[in-house]
């Protein structure tokens, strides 16, 4: 598979991944393209799953770099007030009620969990997500369970909590 | 077989486990109420987390990321001064360009910081002239030529998987067409404005350029055709250079074809 082809195929996985993993979409289009530059960079030689999946670790440590970079800034601002929320029309209400819902579950899990929980939304082996976040491929069954069943736990408390409907 | 843990089971979920001990499985699962249970609560979450997820996503501006990302680079040995800069400006820093570049050895720091101021002026012209490409080909930067006002077009390729296809059709009579080799990753075309482009796969071909046109070619690339209105001009396999078309001049860095109209029409 050429550059573009796998950029055709994996782009919008890795997009998806980054934006679950942020919240954020205009930072998720950097953190992907990044990730491709840096492909560009390295040679984009060896198997497609084996660039895809270094595509998707070089993505996630680029992401963990920019939540400590944030938390540095939030640390910094903290004596600031936050800005006042921007509410739209009624029915952008209810969908940014639904993102926020699904982004406090996600928010619960800690950083390596969301990031093994989100890789297995996009199909990667175990041995892949196992690469990635640095733990035993034995392991990463037990981990995804607990993630799975903490983040539905969450979601149900959350959709009680605030009497969202389906 | 005692009761498997939770991790096991979402292995089995996740089809992580095979052959025998995936049959095992199956069967303590059938047979074992309290883990049939714990398995089909793994199986709901799995489920409600998928359909959660749905609600976050958003669609990736795919066509300007494929833009952006595979017209990136622009090559750094022959650079295209965009309309952005006073020409006395983009002469001044031709002539920098050049003389640092005759002398400073490649990997040169002198060479490096060359490479760096350009990349840096590129990115400032880019981003005061950001247009759509309709074509989706490269990025095109209106330029300067040598002669001070004609404008000029670009389409760039990446050479990153080893073999590059160029064609130019419909050149106007007369005009010249000139093959550069350079530094870099990417296969350009430049020519006159108006000039077409398309791309597909490794092949770039421009369509009615009028005047000039340029072709630059990474000297590392491995496989390299150029050629004009279906016939091959110039055929690259490794180091060999193959030249088939009407040669008006070459030295080591460039070679000018005579184009169609000229004395040699052309090659049989």
């Given amino acids: 598979m050429n550059f573009e082809a796998l950029f055709d195929t994996v782009y919008p996985s890795l997009f998806r991944y980054c934006n679950r993993l942020t919240g954020d979409p205009d930072q998720a289009e950097d953190l992907a393209q990044e990730a491709f530059f840096r492909l560009l960079d390295r040679g984009a030689e060896g198997t497609d799953a084996g660039l895809r999946s270094w595509l998707f670790s070089v993505a996630t440590n680029l992401v963990r770099d920019r939540a400590r970079t944030r938390e540095t800034r939030r640390r910094i601002l903290s004596g600031f007030p936050p800005p006042e929320d921007e509410t739209g029309p009624e029915g952008d209400l209810a969908r940014a009620e639904e993102i926020q819902r699904v982004r406090k579950a996600l928010e619960v899990l800690s950083q390596r969990d969301r990031e093994m929980l989100l890789l297995r939304q996009e199909g990667f082996s175990y041995r892949e997500i196992a690469e990635v976040a640095d733990v035993s491929h034995r392991s990463v069954g037990t981990i995804l369970a607990r993630a799975l069943q903490r983040f539905a736990a969450e979601l149900s408390t959350e959709e009680s909590e605030n009497g969202t409907s389906r | 077989m005692g009761h498997p843990d939770k991790g096991l089971v979402q292995a089995l979920l996740d089809g992580e486990v095979e052959g025998t001990e995936a049959e095992t ?244």
């Fill in chain 2, 25 to 268: 499985l199956r069967a303590h699962l059938e047979s074992c109420g309290e883990c049939e249970a714990g398995a089909e609560a793994l199986e709901s979450a799995s489920l409600e987390t998928t359909r959660a997820l749905l609600v976050v996503d958003t669609e990736p501006r795919l066509q300007k990321a494929r833009r952006h990302v595979l017209g990136k680079k622009v090559p750094r040995s022959t650079p295209v001064f965009g309309f952005s800069i006073s020409l006395p400006k983009a002469a001044s820093i031709a002539l920098l360009l050049t003389g640092a570049a005759a002398t400073a050895l490649p990997g040169s720091p002198v060479r490096r910081w060359m490479v760096q101021g350009w990349e840096a002026l590129t990115e400032s012209v880019r981003s005061s002239s950001d247009q759509e490409n309709p074509l989706g080909v490269g990025e095109d930067q209106t330029a300067l030529s040598p002669e001070g006002l004609m404008a000029e077009i670009g389409a760039g390729i990446p050479a990153l998987m080893g073999g590059v296809e160029i064609w130019i059709h419909d050149l106007a009579t007369d005009a010249e067409l000139r093959v550069i080799w350079v530094d870099g990753e990417e296969a350009w075309i430049r020519a006159g404005e108006g000039t077409r482009f398309t791309r597909e796969g490794s092949r770039l071909d421009a369509f009615g350029p009028p005047g000039a046109v340029r072709v630059e070619i990474p000297r590392d690339l491995e496989q390299v055709v150029v050629g004009l209105n279906g016939t091959v001009l110039l055929r690259k396999s490794g180091g060999e250079v193959e030249i088939l078309g009407p040669v008006q001049q070459r030295t080591p860095s460039e070679i000018i074809f005579e184009a169609p109209g000229s004395t040699n029409d052309g090659p049989s």
